[in-house]
C-alpha cells in the first residue's frame, strides 16, 4: 500500500511539474523578441534612409526646373520681341518703350520708293560731311484719312504718331481679330489701314490703334503725301460670312505667354 502511493506521489510530481514547464514561457523567448524588435528597427532605417534619398532626389529636380524656369524667363526678358505701335507714340504695360516717332510712307501717286510704311524717329542724327545725291527714293508722312468713317473722323489729315515696343514674349499681329488667341497677350488691337484702293502707291496693311492719338505738332492741314485709309472686305474668294463686305477689319496684336 505505501509503494502504491509513493509511485502516485511521483507520477502527481511529475505531471505537475511538466504542465507547470509547459505554462511557464520559455525563458529565450524573450531575447527573441528583442531580436525581431532590433531586426526590424534596422529595416525601418533603412527604408527611411531610401526614402530620404528619394526625397533629396525630388528636391534637386525640383531645385534645377526652378533654375530652369528662372533662366527662361530671364531670357525673354532679355530677348523678347520688337513690334511697331501704330498711332499711338506709347507702348501697353508690360513693354518696354525703345523709342517714338512718325509714321512715313511713299507718296501715294508714286509708283516707286518703298512700299512700306516706317516709325521715323523724333530725333533724327546725320552722319558726318552732310553726305548727299539727286537720284533718291523720298519718304513723306503719313496722314490719316477719315473723313468717310463713321470713327477717327475727328483725326482727318493729322498726321500719324507710333512707337516701338519691346514685349517679353514673340509677337504677331492678327488681321481679322481684335482679341488674341488662348496662350497669346493682347499689346493693342485696332483697325487694319493701308493705301487707298486705286492710288498708285500700293502700301502694306499695318494695324492702327484702336485708341489712336495725333503726332505731336500736328495739324489737319491736308497735305496729301503719304496716307492712310480704313479696310473692307471684299466678298467673294474672300468668304462672307464669316466676314462682312460692310464692317472695318479689325486687328490684334498679341505677345506668347506660354
Not at 527662361?72 to 523678347?80: A, L, M, P, R, S
Not at 493693342?188 to 500700293?202: C, E, V
Not at 485709309?229 to 496684336?253: E, H
Request: hydrophobic share 30%; glycine share 8%.
Amino acid at each position: 500500500m505505501f509503494v502504491a502511493s509513493t509511485v502516485c506521489f511521483l507520477v502527481f510530481m511529475y505531471v505537475t511539474s511538466v504542465a507547470c514547464r509547459a505554462d511557464r514561457e520559455p525563458e529565450c523567448s524573450r531575447f527573441h523578441y528583442e531580436e525581431q524588435l532590433l531586426e526590424k528597427m534596422v529595416r525601418m532605417e533603412f527604408n527611411v534612409e531610401r526614402i530620404q534619398q528619394r526625397l533629396d532626389s525630388v528636391s534637386e529636380s525640383c531645385a534645377k526646373l526652378e533654375d530652369s524656369t528662372r533662366l527662361k524667363e530671364e531670357v525673354k526678358d532679355q530677348v523678347g520681341s520688337v513690334y511697331t505701335r501704330w498711332g499711338r507714340d506709347t507702348c501697353p504695360t508690360g513693354s518696354s518703350f525703345i523709342y517714338d516717332g512718325f509714321v512715313a510712307g511713299s507718296h501715294y501717286t508714286h509708283t516707286g520708293s518703298g512700299a512700306n510704311y516706317l516709325c521715323l524717329s523724333k530725333e533724327p542724327r546725320w552722319a558726318n560731311g552732310s553726305p548727299t545725291a539727286s537720284d533718291v527714293g523720298l519718304i513723306y508722312g503719313a496722314e490719316y484719312e477719315t473723313s468717310s468713317a463713321n470713327i477717327l473722323t475727328h483725326f482727318h489729315n493729322n498726321e500719324v504718331p507710333c512707337a516701338a515696343c519691346r514685349s517679353r514674349g514673340p509677337t504677331i499681329m492678327i488681321p481679322g481679330r481684335n482679341i488674341c488667341f488662348e496662350g497669346w497677350k493682347l499689346e493693342y488691337h485696332g483697325y487694319l489701314m493701308t493705301s487707298y484702293q486705286s492710288h498708285a502707291g500700293s502700301k502694306e496693311f499695318i494695324c492702327v490703334d484702336s485708341e489712336a492719338t495725333v503726332a505731336e505738332g500736328s495739324n489737319p492741314g491736308n497735305q496729301d503725301e503719304a496716307l492712310l485709309f480704313f479696310v473692307k472686305a471684299v466678298c467673294g474668294s474672300l468668304k462672307c460670312p464669316p466676314y462682312d463686305g460692310n464692317k472695318l477689319i479689325t486687328c490684334a496684336v498679341c505677345s506668347q505667354t506660354k
